[in-house]
């Protein structure tokens, strides 16, 4: 109200619309993994912070930057779960199907060169071999090693009829962590007052353009921290805001309840998530990205027909709206830099895009 965030509009366990009212509102949604089709991300990850704080005009930053980590179990029907970068550290060795140790054509660490390295020789190898996978070797560890320091991927593996003391691990790339986020000061302070936002929905600057392990932990438990703190503080200093009728604010199709029978989630989502890892994924290209901006650009529209007070249909509107912000910023970044490589943009352009991007709903007037 009047550009100061009071509250949040929320469903109830009834799927009721409900509103609460706060003086001080903390946005910790988590990040934006669930846009792609291969994701280590948990299912609520779907970027729903970012699209709300979109909405009510705050400012985005580095939404480009996707982490992408280069090693999760792949196997169908299985969760992408996150083989750990200390497999490698150990010893172990990404191969073709037919044994080659192919990191070292790509990068004089080889297998310790950096995530988004990975990521790229991985796929590069796929296209070579016509693969959808690489193995990852645990042969040069020892047996009490591995039981030792890797019992949570031994216990998972197993379930999946895989024995990695003597067998490797089928692996791919997917989805990680959102870099990019709303945009935060120092005290987790959004461009809305009245609003906050920590862990992997803000954007603190701290993680650059390529995030490094556990980093995002230590963001979330210092910056949280701060954001909790600084929060409690305002909201003793200022009076509980006022109540209005919720009807009033909503939009013409959330008031009427209308739904929108013909119109197809699932697919919706399908396609949405396949658009993303194909054309914004770990390697992105002008064409590619044009054309996926256009893509979300026509079904920005198709949710808002269906019912407003169905979550299903919130979250889908929330994705396809964070979808087209990330697009967007990794069309508008004409370089590579950290997680953010286009093929037809290689090079870091220092000149013209060492700096932040930030994007708001005031860039956009209607």
Not at 43 to 54: H, P, Q, S
Not at 72 to 92: K, Q, S, V
Not at 251 to 270: K, Y
Request: charged share 25%; hydrophobic share 40%; with cysteine.
């Amino acid at each position: 109200r009047e550009g100061v965030c009071i509250g949040a509009l929320t469903a109830n366990k009834a799927g009721d619309l409900e509103a609460i009212w706060a003086r001080q509102t903390i946005l910790a949604t988590g990040g934006a993994g669930r846009l792609y089709r291969e994701t280590t991300n948990p299912v609520v990850a779907t970027g729903d912070g970012l699209a709300m704080g979109f909405r009510a005009g705050a400012e985005l930053m580095d939404l480009e930057f996707i982490q992408f980590h280069p090693t999760t179990l792949y196997l169908a029907g299985a969760d992408r779960f996150l083989i750990t970068e200390a497999i490698r550290g150990e010893g172990g060795v990404l191969r073709t199907a037919e044994g080659e140790a192919f990191m070292k054509r790509f990068h004089e660490l080889a297998d310790l060169a950096p995530r988004d390295v990975v990521s790229r020789s991985i796929l590069e190898v796929m296209k070579e071999t016509g693969e959808n996978k690489v193995w990852l070797d645990l042969g040069n560890i020892a047996p009490e090693r591995i039981r030792e320091r890797f019992p949570r991927i031994l216990e998972i593996s197993k379930s999946f009829g895989i024995d990695i003391l003597s067998q490797p691990i089928p692996v791919r790339p997917s989805a990680h962590y959102s870099i990019g986020g709303i945009c935060t000061d120092s005290k987790g302070r959004t461009s809305i007052p009245g609003l906050f936002a920590a862990g992997e929905v803000a954007c603190t600057g701290v993680h650059g353009a390529n995030r490094l392990g556990s980093n995002s932990l230590l963001e979330g438990i210092v910056f949280g921290h701060r954001s909790g703190r600084e929060a409690a503080k305002v909201a003793g200093e200022i009076e509980r805001p006022e109540p209005f009728p919720l009807r009033d604010q909503l939009p013409e199709s959330a008031a009427a309840g209308t739904a929108a029978d013909e119109l197809d989630l699932a697919d919706l989502l399908s396609s949405l998530k396949s658009l993303l890892w194909y054309k914004v994924g770990v390697e992105r290209n002008g064409k590619d990205l044009a054309s996926a901006l256009e893509q979300l650009s026509t079904w920005t529209s198709f949710p808002l027909a269906a019912d407003f007070r169905d979550v299903e249909s919130w979250t889908l509107q929330n994705m396809i709206q964070s979808a087209w912000l990330v697009t967007f910023s990794a069309l508008a970044r004409r370089e590579s830099r950290g997680v953010h490589y286009r093929t037809d943009h290689k090079e870091r352009d220092d000149s013209n895009f060492r700096q932040h991007m930030k994007i708001s709903r005031a860039d956009f007037p209607a």
